[in-house]
């Protein structure tokens, strides 16, 4: 079984930072994508940035490219997800997911964490 851990949330104002970290339980690469997405109240989940195991290619969904950014930490099995120019629009719950397919629709992932939540105020 594969846990996913969240941390990192936090409440900001508009044009702040903030760095979100998700712990793997095992080797990261033995699954083909792990990434980050995100809920606001009242709207469908959505993909915001993910790596691509095999590859070691990040993918970003158009809101956040320039503003966020992944990296990961191998030997610790970590992927953060900073962020920076904070928007209002960017409040949600952020949730870390595991999967074996490569895509940023939520749907397929298998394995979720528990959510770390993002307030941005204006």
């Known amino acids: 079984q594969l846990r996913l851990v969240e941390s990192g949330g936090d409440s900001v104002q508009a044009g702040g930072s903030l760095r979100l970290s998700c712990t793997v339980s095992r080797n990261m690469y033995t699954v083909n994508s792990i990434g980050w997405f995100r809920q606001a109240p009242g709207k469908e989940r959505e993909g915001v940035a993910r790596?691509?195991?095999?590859?070691?290619?990040?993918y970003y969904t158009a809101s956040v490219k320039g503003r966020f950014t992944l990296s990961q930490d191998t030997a610790k099995d970590i992927l953060y997800l900073h962020m920076n120019n904070l928007q209002p629009e960017d409040t949600a719950m952020y949730y870390c997911?595991?999967?074996?397919?490569?895509?940023?629709?939520?749907?397929?992932?298998?394995?979720w964490g528990q959510g770390t939540q993002v307030t941005v105020s204006s």
């Open positions: 790596l691509d195991t095999p590859s070691d290619y990040y």
């Open positions: 997911a595991a999967g074996s397919i490569a895509t940023l629709d939520p749907t397929p992932y298998s394995y």
